[in-house]
Structures are given as C-alpha cells and as structure tokens.
C-alpha cells in the first residue's frame, strides 16, 4: 500500500509469507538439482512427467484438506474416502457403462462423507480428529466389505483419458492441477467465505463474535475437502484403470504432509493453495528421487512421518516465538 | 455447619449402567443370533484374545486421560514382534526376545512422549508420524515378508496354562492389577490425573510435568513391547502387519468405557469392560460370518456413539 | 467487634510493606503504599477496580516486582522475589480460578505434590493422606468427608478446600479475593466461621471485597486504595458505610468527556422483556433509544457481560423477548451483525480480533456481506475501506497490512470498533471500551461514542468505572446477582448511587 511510511517497521503480513514461499520454491529447485545430479534418470521426459503427474494427484487430495487445516482442523479419512469413492465410482461405471454416472458416484460419495465429518465437527462437536479418525476406519470397513477381496479393472477408453491421457504432450491430470489451483486459491483469497475460513482459523472465538457463521463454514471446508477426495479419486482410477479395497489406505500421510510441508499451520489461520502445491511438488520430489535410488519403498511412509513431525516442530516453534 | 457437605460415593454407581449394560444388550444378542457364542468354551476364547487388547488398552487409558492419544500403538506392536522374532530366532533365547521387545516398545515410547511434551507436538500428529515411522520399519526390516519358525518356547506363552488358566488371562489379570494399584495407589496415578484434569495445579504444585507426560507414553510403548510377546506366540510368526489397527480398538475400548477424552476422568474397570465389549463384538461379528472389515465399521459406528454420549454427559 | 488477636496490636506485624510502589508502561498502578498484616487479623482491602488491590496483593505474594519499596517480616526486613520466596514465609493466595484437579478427591488435592510414603516403596499412604486431610479440614471447620472427589463440589466448597490446601503448607497469611462474590448467604456463613476459627488459630487474613456488609461484620482493620494510592487504614469502629464510600470514589475529574447528553432520546431501538439466559441471568427488561447511551453497572460477576451476550445471541437465551427497531430477534451472532448490531467485546485480544491477521483484515471482517453482496472479495477495495477507518478513527499504524497484535491496547480497540462502523452497525454494545487503554485514546473513545450518539445510534455500554458511566451515560441500569436491581436517570446518575445500589447492602 502506498501508505507505508519509510522507516517504520516493515509491513510484515505480505513480506513474511512471500519470503517463505520463496524459500520452499528455492527447496524444490535444490531438490531436483540435487537429483539430477544423483540420478540420470532424474531429467528424463519420462520421470519429469511422472513427477508433474504425482504431484497433480497430490495436489488434488491435500487442496481440500488445506481448507480443513486453515480452520485448526484435521481430515484423517481423506485416504479412506478415496478408497470408498473410487470403488463405488468403478461399479457404476461397470455397472453402467456410463463414465460421467461414475464421475457422479466418485465426488458425490466423497461429498457426503464429507458432509458427515462436517456434521460430527459441528453438531456433535466431536474434535474433527478424532472423528474423522472413526469415520476412516467406518470406510475402510465398508469398503473392504464391499469390494469383497475382489478388483474391479477395465474402464472405458474416454474415462481413462483423465488418469492417462495427455494434451500437449501434458498429462491431463496437470491441467487438472492447475485449474483447481486457480479455482481453490481464488476461492481462499478472493471470496468472502475464503476470508471467513482464515478469519475462524485465526481465532474461532473472535470470528463467530463478528458474525461469521462458524458452523456453516467449518460445514463447508469438510464438505469440500470431501468432494476433493472423491475428484482424486477418480483421476486414481483413470490412472491405473482398476479398484480394490486398499486403494486409499497410504494416502492419507502424504496428503497431510503435503499441506503441511507447503506452510500451512496446523493451527489454523495461515497458509495457502499455492503453498500446498509447492509442498506436493516436494514432496513428490523425495519420493521419486527415493525410488530413483532404489531405495525400498517401505522406507516412504518412514520419511513422510519425519516429515511431517519436523514440519509440525517448526511450526510449534515459530509459534512460541511469536507469542 | 452440622451436616456432612457431601457423600464420597466413587462415580461406579454413575457409570456402570453405561458399559455393563451395552455389553449385556450385546451379550443377549449375540446369544440369540449365533448358537456357539454363548458357549463357556467360547467366552473363555474371548477373554485370551482380548488379552493383548487389555495390553494395549490400560495405557491408552492413562494416555487419553492426560488428554492425549497414542496412534502408532498398532505400528510399535508390530515393530515390537518383529523384533522380537528376529531375536529368539538369532539367539534361541525367549528373554532376550522379550528384553528387545521391551526396548523397542519403550523407545518409541519415549519418543513419543518427548514429541509431546518437549516438543509441543499435538499428540495426534506426532503420533501420526511415530507410526509411519513404526509401519516404516517394519516393512523394512522384513522386507516385507513375515519371519516365521517361531520356537514353542514363545509359542506356550499364549497357548499354555498355569494352573488350569490360560496364561493370557494371567498376564491380563498381573497387568490390569498392576496398572490399578499405578493409578490409584501412586503418586504417578494421581498426577496422571492432574495431566488431564489441570495440569496448571501440577506445575503450580513443583510437579515436573513434563517428565510425568513422557512417563505416560513411554509406558504405552513399554506394553505394547510386552504385547508383542503374546501377539507373537499366537501367530507363531511375526508379520509386518499383524498389529495394525489395534489401536483403533483400544481407543473404542477406552471411549466405550467411559474415559472421556477432555476431563482428566479414568477408570480402568471401564476400560476392562470395555475391551471385552469390543472382543465380544469382533466375535460375535465372526461368528455370524462377517468379514473384519464390517466389525470394523461396527466399531467406528461404536466409537462415535460413545464420544456422543460422553459429549451429552459432559454437558449435562 | 472483633478485637485484634493475639499480641497483634503489640509486638511487630506478622508481615509489613512500606512504600511500595510499581509503575506499568502508561499507568502508576501503585504509589508509596504502606500496608501491615498482623497475625489474627482480618485486614479488610477496600477499592474501585483500578485502585491497586490486586497489584498490590500479586507484589505480596511475589508474583510481581515492586518497583520501590521495602518488606519486614516480624520486624526483619527481606526480599520477595518469586512466589516461592512469599511461600516460605507463610504466603498463601486463594485463586479466583482454582487449581483443582477435579477428578481427585479432596485428601488428594490438598497434598498434590507432597503426598505421603507408604511403608510399601512406590505406593502411597492412603489413610495417613485422608486423617491429616481430615485434620485440616476439621480446623476450619469444614465438616466433608475428604474422598469426594473434588468434580462434586459446589463453588463454595471447593473454595473451603483452597483454604485448606494453603493452610496445610503451613499459611500464616491467607489472601482472599472476593471470596464470596460466587457464594449464597449460607455459603458464605460458613466461610466466616471458617475464617474465624483461623483467627483464633492465629492466621492473618487480607480480604479483598466490595461488600461493605462483610467489611463491617468480618473486619479488624480497613485499609482503602485509590488511584494506586492509600487513601485511609482505620478501624471499623471509627468508620460508616457511607465515610467508605466517599473515600473510594472521591477523586478529582481530569478526563474529559465530552459528551452532549441527549435532550430528545428518539424510537425505541433495542426493546428486551424478562431476557432470561443459561448464563444465570434472569427477568432483564431494558430499554435504549435512538441518541441514548445507556449504562450497565454493577459488580464484576453481577451479569453485564452476560446480559450483553444474550443480547447479541452468543449466549442461550431460555426466556424473553429481544427486539430491534420494533422487530423481533431471536438470532445468533451471525443474525445480529447482520441487522446491524455491534458487540465491543471485554477481552479485546482472545473475543475481538484475530490477532496474527492484519488491522485490515480485521476491520473488514463483519462487513464482508455488505461490501461485496455476491460473494467476490476484492483486496483493494477492502484495504480501502479499511483505510477510511484508519483515519477516520486515527488508528496508528502504517497501513491496513499491519498485524494486528502489535498495535497498542488503545488502537486495537478501535480497530474492533471500526470493525462494526465499516460494517455499518446502528446499535452498539460496548463491554468495557476503555479498559487498559491510555488516556489519550480513552478520550477519543469518548468522542466517538458522543457522535455516535448524535447521529441517532444507540448504545448500550458496560462499564466498571463509575465515573465514566457518570459522564458519558444518559441513564443507566445497575445490575447484581445477575438481575437489575435499579435504573438510573440522569438527574440521579451519580457514582454514590451507582455504588450503593451494585453493594448489598
């Protein structure tokens, strides 16, 4: 703003989350520098499209969960979710032959679970982790029961295009990526309700007594987290063209680490999509280069775990300082 | 001021109708739609196969009464067996399997603990990632695959009998015995109340808090390593993921009886009733024929049932 | 009345201070008290909000530094520099919020952090725990038996077990701060007999109170602080209800106000009948007009804030009607802002603003449906609007991106009020505007509200310093035990009134 008087301290809002988004992008360069250099295979058209692709997918999982953290919350079921909607998504297109019906069942089952966390946040007032903890395991039982051991595979061409096809040489899912960045930072930064969800995440006390409808936005982020699942749910299945009972079960971390890794605080208030999107390139980056040096990949959900508490400690610690 | 102020009547009276009566409808109702459950032979199967549960369950207790959660307890259990068969099957000796066991279990206890409580880690996350950790290295140090060849001197711990009684159950029994006389009759047990209950007294009162804190979750660990051993014995083989999700069941034990999740409130006879509620149901849902996933969401559907009405408890 | 104790007139006081002063950035909190605790004594702290009584009791009980000023226990001058420092010489605080554990039960809680060996190593002595539990409670006389667990006990008992726990790490001194502000009549009957007994016993005890009743049945000594300053010690004796008083209102009027009382007050815009809430209150029926500012007196505890969130729909309301403007509300937050209903919360930093956000962030908050109806929100547009407000109310701050948490006390508060002016509120309720605030900034809160209320607002404001409702107030209702008890107009809007009516009397 043009008002800023010279010589007064530094306008800190703008300054500071800029400098640390910087700062990650500059991560995500080292990294992939760091790569190329351990690996040839690193800077192959190949890999780089793998790279682009996971990172898509990632995104898409943890965009919704970014407005869940904004407001202090958490969505553990995100990766159950996923498995329940691509498994019910997959039998209607079976089922159907119909693509757009499974594209239907895939984000309207994501959205009423997340319709459901909202109510059990907001009604019940259960902490949102411990009853997005209960409804995990709720879909993960329905789902194995479901499926029965069985997998479903052999989707139309036209539904495949999502997951695997490509457009200017582009994975499809890319273009996915980007629209959804452009379409969720917009709703963060440039609607009210996106002001409103900073505002309960700040300070839920403070906002509800300036009028925010607390409960109908917190509603809103789970919803929404919900039906992100269910899109990504479906990209999955395009992807790699089958479903089965465990589909989401190792989902769940890395889209939590996404976020977080991107520099949004757990405890709510601050944070973005762009941020998640650079922690999901991260992220992708780790893992990848992990598997390029063959390293075993049971070692991932180690290192995402470490991750994720080394994310979580800086988090804490900036804080403590502030306070 | 003549009259008494009031009765020191224990809360039992308050919440025994709670549990006991939920796992007496289930009882009924098991019993009428499955003809082997009611079965001595059948009960008695319960109780030993609760027991590990039990073993997870009376820490989880402590720990959710400090208003915290331990969810890498399934991941540490399974680590725990892991190393636990890797190292009867090096050395042949059943005590140091159990002494590795025990080391593995306390040391991501204590991690745990510090995470939290040095830290300022939510529990929930930092347990989150202790049990990518745990799940991690599991994986890797099997390779994915389960060690088998266990030897029978793990094998009789959960299969034999002392005395007429299963082992398990004695060792259920030590531990819940144990884990009471902790709470009630020590300092720790009471300062484990005044973690959850109000933890500014206790800091107030010189206590080192955080020291007490890592207390707690180191011991969870400490069980879950002694878990192992009976896990183990009953599989007669470690596999990389036995005992995922147990925690889950421990936690909907604890919910079901009666712990509450913000209030620094406890009890383990509750938690005890509430593990055999929870065997009772994986049980019965066994019996009936329905796969583990359906138990699971029957459990879910439990969990959230018992926070609903613990919320309307702490309201009223 | 109630003689002093044992060797207390005599021989040198239990504890002294003399000269104490202590400055906080803007505001002298006290200046050159002397106060003496003798033993057996029940040494009586008398002063408006703001005079000093709770400062000088955390200096006392070491949890803040004097800045000057000297301590004499029996007569040896010494140091208190911490709260473990006043504990070694006999210190105990009774705290309003307390440090129970409420699933322990009373034996436990009273020895938290020293309980007693068993013969059995690990394990604690059980019985031994609930005999000397016993032993304490039975010297106040607090007849319970000491395995109830502390979560049962009402208000007032789990005070009694407060006592207890201080008296068993052997308290000398015991300070009491308003102790009976949450008790019945029954309840605090008991507490006297209690207090007595220990007088007997020897203990000294510094009470701090606004019931005038209970300063004449309990004290031996009343010492009366204003502006920071002691005022009068005397004896119960040699003083009236009336005398006390006057000595802890009577001050020199150097703020200005500036207010143009209301000649014409206009439509009734905030009508409640029989308001009832399940925070406590009861039977509320007020009224404000267009032009007025009204007030809302009484003691802390008496229900204003409580009034006021029910008002504004943040609490439960279980009976009454609410109306603005002729119509009905029954709403939540959510439906109040939007009709235009403003709240200035008593706790700026945890209820009024976010404070990592910025001060425009913060200023546009309420007003987000008004000023962009479809939904889209445009950053420079809200930074202009926030602008408007910085200058309008001359908020210091280089520019609406600022965070809110470095502001100072004063202009965080008018970033909450420009809150609710960008927001376009037509009826106020302010809970405390000018607590904490300077001088400077006080008056231009004034201001505002003065043209607020010209320009046909109303306003309802919540205020423990008499003087302001006095000054700024067109008339003004007096609240205690969570009713109205009385409405004053403005010919007898005076503090004595105000004062008199909020006391029992």
């Not at chain 1, 190949?46 to 898409?60: C, K, P, S």
């Not at chain 1, 780790?286 to 775990?305: C, E």
Request: charged share 15%.
């Amino acid at each position: 703003m043009s008002t800023a008087a010279h010589g007064m301290p530094a306008r800190l809002t703008p300054s500071r989350d800029t400098l640390q988004a910087l700062y990650r992008l500059l991560a995500a360069g080292l990294l992939c520098v760091v790569l190329s250099f351990l690996s040839d295979a690193f800077l192959t058209p190949g890999n780089i499209i793998n790279v682009l692709r996971q990172t898509a997918l990632l995104f898409m999982m943890a965009s919704g969960l970014t407005l869940v953290i904004l407001t202090a919350g958490l969505d553990l079921s995100i990766g159950a979710n996923i498995g329940l909607s691509a498994c019910l998504a997959a039998s209607v297109i079976k089922a159907t032959g119909s693509p757009w019906l499974g594209v239907a069942t895939g984000i309207g089952c994501g959205t009423l679970v997340g319709l459901l966390n909202g109510a059990l946040v907001t009604t019940l007032r259960i902490p949102s982790f411990i009853a997005t903890y209960g409804m995990m395991w709720m879909l993960t039982g329905i789902t194995y029961y479901y499926m029965g051991g069985e997998t479903i595979h052999g989707f139309p061409a036209s539904f495949r295009q999502f997951g695997s096809g490509y457009f200017l040489g582009v994975p499809i899912p890319v273009y996915m990526m980007l629209l959804f960045l452009l379409i969720g930072s917009a709703f963060a930064q440039r609607t009210i309700w996106g002001q409103e969800i900073y505002a309960i995440g700040a300070n839920p006390v403070a906002a509800q007594l300036s009028g925010v409808p607390v409960a109908r936005r917190l509603v809103l982020v789970y919803v929404v987290s919900g039906a992100m699942a269910g899109l990504a749910s479906l990209i999955i299945l395009a992807r790699i063209n089958s479903a089965q009972g465990d589909i989401g079960e190792e989902l769940t971390l890395p889209a939590i680490a996404a976020v977080l890794i991107g520099g949004t605080s757990l405890f709510g208030g601050s944070g973005s999509l762009s941020g998640t999107l650079i922690g999901a390139l991260i992220l992708t980056l780790v893992l990848n280069g992990m598997n390029l040096l063959q390293i075993n990949a049971a070692w991932q959900p180690l290192i995402t775990g470490t991750i994720v508490l080394l994310a979580v400690w800086i988090d804490a610690r900036a804080r403590r300082a502030s306070e | 001021m003549t009259k008494p102020c009031a009765v020191a009547t224990p809360s039992l009276l308050a919440r025994v109708p709670g549990v006991a009566i939920v796992l007496a409808i289930l009882f009924v109702v098991l019993g009428l739609t499955s003809p082997s459950f009611a079965t001595p032979a059948n009960v008695a199967n319960i109780l030993v196969q609760s027991t590990i549960l039990l073993l997870l369950a009376l820490p989880m207790t402590l720990i959710i009464m400090t208003e915290g959660l331990d969810l890498s307890m399934g991941a540490v259990l399974t680590f725990a067996s892991i190393a636990l068969a890797i190292t009867v099957l090096a050395t042949g000796s059943v005590s140091l399997a159990l002494l590795a066991a025990l080391v593995v279990g306390s040391g991501f206890g204590l991690l745990n603990g510090w995470l939290v409580a040095a830290l300022d880690i939510p529990p929930f996350i930092a347990t989150l990632g202790t049990l990518g950790i745990a799940q991690g290295l599991s994986l890797v140090a099997t390779d994915g695959q389960s060690v088998v060849g266990i030897p029978r001197s793990i094998q009789v711990v959960y299969s034999g009998s002392m005395l007429g009684i299963p082992i398990p159950i004695v060792i259920g029994a030590v531990a819940f015995a144990l884990l009471c006389l902790l709470l009630y009759r020590t300092r720790f047990g009471t300062y484990v109340f005044a973690l959850g209950g109000n933890r500014e007294a206790l800091r107030l009162a010189g206590v080192p808090v955080r020291r007490m804190l890592i207390a707690v979750y180191a011991l969870g660990g400490a069980m879950a390593g002694f878990a192992a051993l009976l896990m183990t014995g009953r599989m007669s083989a470690a596999h990389p993921t036995a005992g995922l999700g147990l925690e889950f069941d421990a936690i909907a034990a604890v919910a079901v009886g009666g712990t509450s999740f913000e209030r620094g409130d406890g009890w383990l006879i509750g938690t005890l009733l509430g593990v055999v509620t929870v065997g009772v149901l994986r049980n019965g849902l066994n019996l009936l024929a329905l796969p583990s996933s359906v138990q699971v969401a029957c459990i879910g559907a439990l969990v959230i049932f018992a926070l609903f009405v613990d919320g309307l408890r702490s309201r009223a | 009345m109630n003689a002093g104790a044992v060797g207390g007139s005599l021989g040198a006081p239990e504890f002294e201070l003399q000269g104490i002063s202590k400055q906080f950035p803007g505001v002298k909190a006290l200046d050159d008290v002397s106060f003496e605790i003798r033993a057996g004594e029940v040494h009586m702290l008398l002063g408006e909000n703001g005079a000093g009584k709770s400062t000088l009791m955390k200096v006392l009980c070491g949890a803040y530094q004097a800045d000057s000023g000297a301590f004499f226990h029996r007569g040896e001058p010494v140091r208190i520099a911490s709260p473990a420092d006043a504990g070694k010489f006999g210190i105990a605080v009774i705290f309003q919020d307390f440090t129970l554990v409420p699933y322990l039960d009373i034996a436990q809680n009273i020895f938290l952090g020293r309980e007693f060996a068993s013969r059995i190593p690990g394990l604690t002595d059980r019985r031994r725990t609930y005999v000397e539990a016993r032993r304490v409670l039975e010297s106040i006389g607090f007849d319970i038996d000491p395995r109830t667990l502390v979560y049962r006990l009402g208000v007032a008992q789990q005070q009694m077990v407060e006592i207890a726990k201080a008296l068993s790490q052997d308290a000398r001194i015991l300070v009491m701060d308003e102790p009976t502000a949450a008790l019945s009549a029954r309840e605090t009957e008991q507490l006297f007999a209690a207090i007595r007994r220990l007088k007997r016993g020897g203990v000294a005890i510094v009470y701090i109170s606004h019931r005038l009743a209970e300063v004449f049945a309990l004290g031996d000594r009343i010492t009366v602080l204003r502006d920071g300053r002691k005022v009068a010690s005397v004896l119960p004796a040699d003083t009236s209800p009336d005398d006390l008083v006057t000595l802890m209102v009577g001050r020199a009027v150097d703020t200005t106000y500036g207010r143009t009382f209301c000649a014409q007050p206009g439509d009734v815009v905030l009508d409640v009948k029989g308001l009832a809430a399940d925070s406590g209150i009861s039977a509320i029926d007020l009224t404000v007009r267009a032009g007025e500012i009204v007030g809302l007196c009484g003691l802390v505890g008496s229900g204003r804030t409580e009034v006021a969130r029910a008002i504004f729909g943040a609490d439960r309301v279980t009976a009454g009607e609410i109306s603005l403007a002729g119509e009905r509300i029954d709403g939540s937050p959510h439906d109040s802002a939007r009709r235009g209903i403003a709240f200035i919360p008593e706790n700026r930093k945890t209820q009024g603003l976010a404070l990592a956000r910025s001060v425009g962030d913060n200023i546009v908050l309420a007003g987000l449906q008004t000023m962009f109806p479809a939904g889209l929100y445009a950053p420079h547009r809200a930074a202009q609007a926030a602008q408007v407000m910085i200058d309008k109310l001359r908020i210091a701050t280089p520019g609406p991106r600022r965070i809110v948490g470095l502001l100072s006390g004063g202009n965080q508060q008018k970033v909450v009020i420009g809150k609710w002016l960008n927001a376009g509120a037509r009826f106020f309720i302010f809970d405390e505007p000018t607590r904490g605030i300077d001088v400077g900034t006080k008056a231009e809160i004034f201001k505002l509200l003065d043209a607020l209320a010209s320009e046909g607002a109303g306003i309802l404001m919540i205020s423990s310093e008499q003087t302001e409702i006095v000054h700024v107030c067109d008339r003004a209702y007096v609240m205690r035990d969570q009713q109205i008890v009385g409405e004053l107009s403005r010919e007898q809007l005076t503090e004595a009134n105000i004062v008199r009516l909020g006391m029992q009397s």
